[in-house]
């Protein structure tokens, strides 16, 4: 700012405060802003609208951290229910396959009349209702894949889905192989609930 344009600000100020080049409502104005009653009002007006903005930024703070909670909860909620869920259906299925593969050997051996082959094949029926009537692996391991999003962890369910198609095939499986799968499944199950335990945990 030049120095010509600085002293006509300092006449216009001048001008303006003395009591002859103010209008009566501007001087009461003036006198009004310059009270202290004003001042504090003025003070208080900002102070509150800091606070309300503060309050604000809290309230959303604390509605984002009630959603993450709520989120981790569903969480730790699905956790258990597909623990639950796999061990539960790996189990029917695991002896429902010995089931069917020892009523296939039983068969080829010509013995279809026998205790064991009765109570095997009423065995394999029960199973298979049990089986029916469970939560279904295919689609509790979809629901972790949407849920957990880790990439070892959807790896590992992926995992326990593949070997558990496996025992369907029990028919072209023996007894000796099946046993082998039942290894890898309740290794699968393991490393699967570990990923998911340790996403949940990165997340508390």
């Not at 310059?34 to 009002?41: D, G, L």
């Not at 069917?100 to 209702?129: H, P």
């Amino acid at each position: 700012m030049n120095n010509e344009l600085q002293d006509e600000l300092l006449k216009l100020i001048k001008r303006v405060n003395s009591p002859e080049g103010k209008p009566g409502f501007f001087r009461r104005l003036i006198k009004t802003l310059n009270s202290p009653f004003t001042i504090t009002v003025i003070g208080g007006l900002a102070i509150a609208s800091i606070t309300e903005s503060i309050q604000a930024r809290a309230i959303n703070a604390a509605e984002k951290r009630e959603h993450s909670r709520k989120l981790w909860q569903s969480k730790l909620d699905f956790f258990t229910v597909f623990s639950n869920g796999i061990q539960k259906y790996l189990s029917l299925l695991i002896e429902w396959s010995f089931e069917g593969a020892t009523l296939i050997e039983l068969s080829q051996s010509g013995i279809t009349k026998s205790e064991e082959f009765i109570k095997s094949e009423a065995n394999y029926v029960r199973l298979k209702k049990e089986l029916l009537q469970a939560d279904n692996i295919d689609s509790l391991c979809a629901r972790a894949k949407a849920i957990f999003k880790n990439p070892s962890t959807q790896t590992h369910v992926d995992e326990i889905a593949s070997i558990a198609n496996k025992f369907l095939n029990y028919n072209k499986l023996s007894l000796d192989q099946i046993a082998e799968l039942q290894g890898e499944a309740n290794e699968a199950y393991k490393n699967a609930i570990s990923s998911l335990a340790n996403e949940l945990a990165d997340q508390d």
